[in-house]
């Protein structure tokens, strides 16, 4: 069974920084795309970053130079290194895996999050 | 441009068929994605693909595309439709993934 489990959410400053984690089960993390997907207080999803099984990686404009998506194969651990951490940054954080095809991008699993609060 | 675009909110009444509508130039080079998401639940994948749904998905839940625009139909919609929905894809010039605003379904 697949399962996907983030940690590492909290209360933080502004200018702070924190790390996520997604825990996988059930599949392979290197193997596949995986993404970090955010949404704010009664906003929409907002995508974060993805890295592809080759390595590499991109970030949403709004995140790039402060947040760096990484994986560790030996754990099968997806991780989100945010740094700089706004107000606006204040969501809760999803991992979801991302496959492709029948022609479309799609995410087929999704964890349940973790909330990340960015306030002095 | 880089953006999907969705009407904010659309109403069906019970048993009746809903059409929401994801407008965006990436949906010129692939088929969009769809996401149920309920209020206090992380998003759950119904439609990828030209129209396909995965195990589990009712198949009263199906999913077109023409041109710059995907949609995403109901057909006899039920009170447990009840959400917010949300298309997919990705920007092939920039290799970042998008989101629509989301559409929140209610039915009547």
């Known amino acids: 069974e697949v399962q996907l489990v983030e940690s590492g959410g909290g209360l933080i400053q502004p200018g702070g920084s924190l790390r996520l984690s997604c825990a996988a089960s059930g599949f392979t993390v290197s193997s596949n795309y995986m993404n970090w997907v955010r949404q704010a207080p009664g906003r929409g999803l907002e995508w974060v970053s993805v890295?592809?099984?080759?390595?590499?990686?991109y970030y949403a404009d709004s995140v790039r130079g402060r947040f760096t998506i990484s994986r560790d194969n030996s754990k099968n651990t997806l991780y989100l290194q945010m740094t700089s951490l706004r107000a606006e940054d204040t969501a809760l954080y999803y991992c979801?895996?991302?496959?492709?095809?029948?022609?479309?991008?799609?995410?087929?699993?999704w964890g349940q999050g973790t909330l990340v609060t960015v306030s002095s | 441009s880089s953006e999907l675009t969705q009407d904010p909110a659309v109403s069906v009444a019970l048993g009746q068929t809903v059409r929401i509508t994801c407008q965006g130039d990436?949906?010129?080079?692939?088929?969009a994605s769809w996401y149920q998401q309920k209020p206090g639940q992380a998003p759950v994948l119904v439609i990828y693909?030209?129209?396909n749904r995965p195990s589990g998905i009712p198949d009263r839940f199906s999913g077109s595309s023409s041109g710059n625009t995907a949609s995403f139909t109901i057909t006899g919609a039920q009170a447990e439709d009840e959400a917010d929905y949300y298309c997919n894809s990705r920007d092939s010039s920039t290799n970042h993934l998008l989101f629509g605003g989301g559409t929140k379904l209610t039915v009547l």
């Open positions: 890295i592809y099984s080759g390595g590499g990686t």
């Open positions: 693909g030209k129209n």
């Open positions: 979801a895996r991302g496959l492709y095809g029948s022609g479309s991008h799609y995410f087929d699993y």
């Open positions: 990436s949906l010129r080079n692939y088929y």
